[in-house]
């Protein structure tokens, strides 16, 4: 349990650094990399909850796929592109203050409501779990996951087909269009 | 293996971590890093709903993590597309030189 | 239930409409791909007989009996969610029917592809209105919006456009964010998803927001409030709505203002007005506040604007407004009003739109205050469509905006707001101003002296838009003829537009049965 703990405050520590890094980096490509650092904590974050389909997914799709688009693009678009280029910066200053006053409120609020109080109600725990706690016992956790995919869930994940369908014609309407524009 | 620490804690490292990206996107203005921001904010998200499904016992928090993730991919790909194809007329990226139009 | 549901084919059924539209986006795509280049402008068709083919199915299961939930309590086709589909099944066909001849005129070459994101964003929207559960709401919000970053983006060399579009994508995200955060709180205070789910533990367990677990609830509320009212564009999350309806191709415009506020309006009712009834002390404020600031905000800032699309665009805030005072009050009542409000509007602002699409030339040009001036003398018939749509949308008797409006603010004042009726008035009255503002430059304004081609010449946004200029004094010169669909679809929306104002009767109880009233 100790050792469960001290992992617990290790990963919450670099997760939180990596955050902060993403947002606080004046080059775009150390963003991007603090960015994986994060994903990749959040995918032990899902280990350590039992959700082991969905640390591997998060690996393989988030810190793997989705992210090396964004460093393509980054050092595609101009890598020295960063903010310490002296910048005509009136507005810069009170902006980032406001935000980050603003953040300090909503962390301060969020963070009451899910720790000041108690937070789960013991009725809330699903009338579910007793089916989804048989189900892991029997076939396991992954294989619980696909049966609620493939079953009760099914819909959703039909319609994240369009959705990605949606994602290629647009994506495909976008490449285009510039490169028809160059050969003009 | 059972929660190393009770729900709240997992809670809370959420609501920093999507609290750092609302920062973000509120104070940055290269685009790239205002949509990194935005991945980190539904990262956070992905991490309470898989706290409260643990903590519940049920199987609807992972669900919408696994199409979160998917739709995140979608739309990685239209968001990236959208600022490369800015840049290419472009060449420069900075949201406070969007100023064709004002007001 | 969850590891052992198996679809049917009744559930299929029971999505219809959106099964209709996806397969004319698919459709499309595909003929795209078969015919030679001249003949895409034919791809319009495909796309109005998706509509009229969910028209149909819209009929269907008006008339099919059963229950009306389906895929185990995701979806449902109850008179709520067919009554918004009508509503949003209007306002794509008219889009539909707008964009041949302007889509050309603007230069686009990728009208197969553009058609397919509208029908794909339509989907979305009915998708999202017959969502009953909160995934459901999340993936229809995100089909919809979708191709609608890409649409608005869509206009070839116009850095306006891709400007919008990347505006409009990274705030609607920002939304989203909020939006999804929203939700996860709401599951772990309830425990379920499913709108029903909430609705059950909420109702079982008397919750508020002192009480201990009472506070993630508020949270998930709040947020979850956010989240929708940045697509409702509700003041104070409307900022993103003028700079994205002024960049868009104007059929986009037209869609997006009345098709992703149906979806959103519906998903409002849903959570809040339905799911989260028992709990309304909790979240009537932030209801109530976000109508009144919408609603005055709204017109204030739309009686300042000297171009038309822009002015439409803030017109369109101020009217989220008059429709938030529907969710805010929680009363069935409040709900029928609402949704007979959204029917009208849409039949309204399209048309509004039309006109300032057969109006304007390329890159955005002509759809200034100014380029209206003397317009009753060169184009009496658009002239006197604009203006019957623009009196509507002050809310002139004799059109569907004045019963609409009327319908609210009497559903108001029964409902214990009389407050929100007397500030809706007095918002309203500031919006007869800049809506007359245009009638008056049509009628009584002559028109400039300076040749519209010469005053396209002088204008710089040209040299960015890097189109010949040649071209261009020829269509400025020549003014831009109607295309027989556009036609088509201006004389279909002036007919909603006064049909709607004087026969209100069937619509009115077809909304009242969606609402659940007698």
């Not at chain 3, 201990?212 to 709040?222: D, H, K, Q, S, V």
Request: glycine residues 10%; neutral net charge; proline residues 4%.
């Amino acid at each position: 349990m100790l050792a469960g703990q001290i992992a617990f405050y290790v990963l919450a520590a670099a997760a939180i650094g990596s955050g902060i890094g993403v947002i606080a980096f004046r080059n775009a490509v150390y963003s991007a990399l603090s960015l994986i650092v994060n994903l990749f904590c959040l995918a032990l974050f899902f280990l350590m909850l039992n959700a082991i389909f969905l640390a591997t997914v998060q690996v393989l799709v988030y810190a793997g796929a989705i992210m090396v688009l964004f460093l393509f693009v980054v050092t595609m678009l101009s890598p020295e592109n960063d903010e310490s280029l002296p910048t005509p910066d009136r507005l810069g200053l009170w902006q980032r203050g406001a935000a980050v006053g603003l953040g300090i409120i909503l962390a301060g609020a969020i963070g009451y409501i899910v720790v000041g109080q108690a937070a789960l109600h013991p009725d809330a725990v699903a009338t579910g779990a007793q089916d989804l706690a048989s189900q892991i016992s029997r076939n396991g956790n992954t294989e619980a996951f696909g049966q609620a995919l493939f079953h009760g869930f099914l819909f959703p994940f039909e319609v994240t087909s369009v959705i990605l369908v949606a994602a290629i014609v647009g994506a495909v309407v976008l490449g285009r269009r510039t490169s028809s524009r160059e050969g003009e | 293996m059972p929660m190393p620490m009770p729900p709240n804690a997992f809670l809370l490292v959420s609501a920093i971590l999507f609290t750092i990206g609302v920062v973000g996107v509120l104070s940055r203005r290269n685009p790239l890093v205002i949509f990194m921001s935005i991945e980190l904010m539904l990262n956070a998200v992905n991490l309470s709903f898989m706290t409260f499904s643990s903590a519940l016992h049920s199987v609807d928090g992972w669900i919408f993590v696994f199409l979160v993730l998917t739709v995140a991919a979608a739309e990685v790909v239209i968001g990236l597309a959208i600022i490369v194809s800015i840049f290419r007329s472009r060449q420069e990226i900075d949201v406070d030189d969007l100023n064709s139009m004002k007001g | 239930m969850a590891f052992t549901y198996a679809i049917s084919g009744g559930d299929w059924a029971r999505i219809a409409p959106e099964l209709a539209l996806l397969v004319a986006a698919l459709l499309v795509m595909l003929v795209d791909a078969l015919i030679p280049a001249r003949l895409r402008g034919a791809l319009v068709i495909i796309g109005v007989m998706g509509v009229l083919a969910a028209l149909a199915g819209v009929i269907m299961l008006y008339a099919s009996s059963g229950s009306p939930s389906a895929f185990g309590g995701m979806v449902t086709s109850d008179p709520l969610a067919l009554f918004a589909t009508l509503v949003i099944l209007a306002a794509t066909g008219l889009s539909l029917l707008l964009s041949p001849g302007y889509i050309e005129r603007q230069g686009t070459r990728q009208q197969g592809e553009f058609y397919a994101l509208v029908m794909l964003a339509a989907t979305g929207m009915v998708l999202m209105a017959a969502s009953t559960n909160l995934m459901m709401i999340f993936l229809g919000l995100e089909l919809l919006s979708l191709p609608l970053y890409v649409l608005c983006a869509f206009a070839p060399g116009q850095q306006r456009a891709q400007e919008s579009g990347m505006k409009y994508f990274l705030l609607s995200s920002f939304a989203s964010g909020f939006l999804l955060y929203g939700m996860a709180l709401i599951y772990g205070a309830t425990g379920a998803t499913n709108l029903g789910g909430i609705n059950h533990f909420v109702a079982t367990h008397a919750m508020s927001a002192t009480a201990g677990f009472g506070p993630i609830l508020l949270g998930g509320m709040a947020l979850l409030a956010v989240g929708l009212a940045f697509k409702v564009s509700a003041i104070p999350f409307h900022a993103w709505t003028p700079d994205v309806y002024q960049g868009a191709l104007t059929p986009v415009t037209a869609l997006m203002s009345v098709g992703t506020k149906m979806a959103a309006f519906v998903a409002l009712i849903r959570v809040f007005d339905v799911a989260l009834a028992p709990v309304r002390a909790d979240w009537q404020g932030i209801m109530w506040a976000l109508a009144i600031l919408t609603m005055v905000g709204g017109n204030i800032l739309a009686a300042t604007q000297t171009n038309v699309k822009r002015l439409l665009a803030y017109s369109s805030i101020a009217h989220a407004g008059y429709l938030l005072i529907g969710i805010a009050l929680g009363t069935q009542a409040g709900i029928a009003a609402l949704l007979y409000y959204m029917a009208a509007y849409a039949v309204m602002n399209v048309g509004a739109f039309g006109v300032v699409l057969a109006l304007e030339r390329v890159a955005g040009l002509g759809t200034n205050l100014d380029d209206y001036r003397g317009l009753a003398s060169r184009r009496p018939a658009l002239a006197a469509a604009l203006a019957v749509f623009l009196f509507a949308l002050a809310g002139i008797p004799g059109t569907a905006g004045f019963v609409a409006k009327y319908a609210i603010f009497a559903a108001a004042v029964t409902g214990g707001h009389a407050e929100l009726t007397i500030i809706g008035v007095v918002a309203s009255m500031i919006g007869f101003y800049y809506y007359l503002r245009v009638i008056w430059a049509m009628y009584f304004v002559p028109a400039p002296d300076m040749p519209a081609a010469e005053a396209a010449n002088a204008n710089p946004h040209l040299s960015l838009a890097g189109l010949n200029s040649a071209v261009v004094t020829k269509l400025a010169a020549s003014g831009t003829p109607l295309a027989f669909s556009a036609g088509l679809a201006l004389a279909l929306a002036l007919i909603g537009t006064l049909g709607l104002g004087i026969f209100p009767a069937p619509l009115i109880s077809l909304a009242r049965q969606a609402a659940g009233l007698p």
